[in-house]
């Protein structure tokens, strides 16, 4: 039997404050150690490794070092683009470490009438990898629909499909207006779908198809999958077992720091007597060396919600000893002002809500643009906010930053 591992959504870089990028790092650094300890022949990373294509550079220099450890082992990893680090001129960190012989990106088109794609073959284990990139909305979609199912099908051997996409059938209740492919899309009779961008794990079967596999986000790139993981949301990778077929998956827990939910209902309160049930609640919590996601919700009766310290709670969790302290105060609201807010996490979808929102506003006539004006938007801001590589003058930070903007824009500069 021949065994990978399969991880997604690392998203090395998303984390700014220090011990919480730290825990990120630790948790991507923890997986790798447990997948070697535990004889992996090869690992399978299906996107976004980076937060961004063009990440902090102390970042990518932790990271590498991690991934070459891997591969002086002898293990291979094989990746592709997720949302985050998609690059369509192909100059993400995940070209530039494949082209220092690092890491392994197995998608690749065949041009033709439909799109067709190459297979990556392990040389230890003789499995076969190929799949689709992470992009946006329809985008995404476009290429699922023009995939060469046929072809990719008729191919013999134990096959991976990679991708990071949700799929529609398999979408939780709660993220039913995420972006998704139907399942049809895919090809059929693949051995393992390895799946990435959701950001929770999931293991389906499907008649047609082998398992298809999510192991979620592996540590949290927002404020969101925090809470999740203080409310009990395992996170980790899965261990595969494999010859001819794929056995079941094995989920492995990778946790590098508890975590404490503590949640205050202030409805009907006024500001002093809110401040005393959190204070309350506080006492109520073991937090020493955890990571302390504390939410605060309801409707003042009175006062106002600055009157809620933010700053006092901070100092009272980090004197009991909390490592970390994340405070959610968005559904915080008083009687004489409603605001509304928006958390951390819904913050995509917000982003792309205003551009469906400024784009109805004007009178588009180009058809791409009205059918997928608010994806192309979400990923031109996405390229805009990369940094400059080391060594690049501002010449050619801008030349690479309009080529990205030119490739997601569908703008060929040669037509000008």
């Not at 919480?20 to 650094?29: D, K, S, W």
């Not at 699922?144 to 996409?165: K, P, T």
């Not at 047609?208 to 809470?227: K, M, N, Q, R």
């Not at 690049?392 to 824009?409: L, P």
């Amino acid at each position: 039997m021949y065994r990978f591992a399969h991880l997604s959504d690392c998203h090395l870089g998303a984390q700014k404050q220090p011990d919480l990028r730290e825990l990120e790092f630790q948790a991507f650094r923890m997986a790798l150690d447990d997948a070697l300890k535990n004889g992996a022949d090869f690992i399978i990373i299906a996107g976004d490794l980076f937060h961004s294509n063009i990440p902090n550079m102390e970042t990518v220099k932790r990271a590498t070092l991690e991934l070459r450890r891997v591969r002086d082992e002898g293990v291979p990893i094989y990746v592709n683009y997720g949302s985050h680090d998609y690059s369509p001129s192909n100059t993400s960190m995940i070209d530039i470490l494949e082209t220092a012989g690092v890491i392994e990106k197995v998608v690749r088109p065949v041009p033709g009438k439909k799109l067709g794609l190459e297979f990556t073959v392990d040389e230890k284990t003789g499995a076969k990898i190929t799949g689709l990139s992470g992009r946006s909305r329809t985008l995404e979609v476009d290429y699922f629909m023009n995939l060469d199912r046929e072809a990719l099908e008729a191919e013999e051997g134990f096959r991976i499909f990679l991708f990071h996409s949700a799929i529609t059938q398999f979408k939780p209740v709660d993220l039913a207006e995420m972006e998704s492919v139907d399942l049809n899309l895919f090809p059929r009779g693949f051995e393992y779908y390895a799946g990435g961008h959701v950001h929770r794990r999931g293991c389906y079967m499907e008649e047609g198809y082998g398992p298809i596999v999510y192991p979620g986000t592996l540590f949290g790139s927002y404020a969101g999958d925090l809470e999740e993981n203080a409310r009990g949301e395992e996170r980790g990778y899965y261990l595969v077992e494999f010859r001819e077929k794929a056995e079941t998956p094995q989920f492995r827990t990778v946790m590098p720091a508890e975590f404490e939910y503590i949640e205050c209902d202030v409805t009907g309160k006024n500001s002093q007597d809110a401040s005393n049930l959190i204070e309350r609640e506080i006492g109520g919590h073991d937090v020493e060396g955890k990571v302390v996601m504390f939410k605060v919700r309801g409707e003042l009766s009175s006062g106002r919600t600055s009157d809620i310290d933010s700053s006092w709670i901070r100092r009272e969790l980090e004197s009991r000893g909390a490592r970390v302290v994340q405070i959610n105060r968005h559904g915080l609201s008083t009687r004489e002002i409603q605001k509304v807010r928006v958390a951390e996490s819904d913050i995509p979808e917000l982003e792309r809500r205003i551009f469906r929102e400024k784009l109805a506003g004007l009178d588009v006539r180009n058809r791409r643009l009205r059918r997928m004006g608010d994806s192309i938007a979400v990923e031109l801001l996405r390229k805009l906010e990369n940094e400059m590589a080391p060594g690049e003058n501002k010449a050619e930070y801008e030349r690479r930053i309009i080529e990205d903007a030119e490739a997601v824009m569908g703008v060929n500069p040669d037509d000008n």
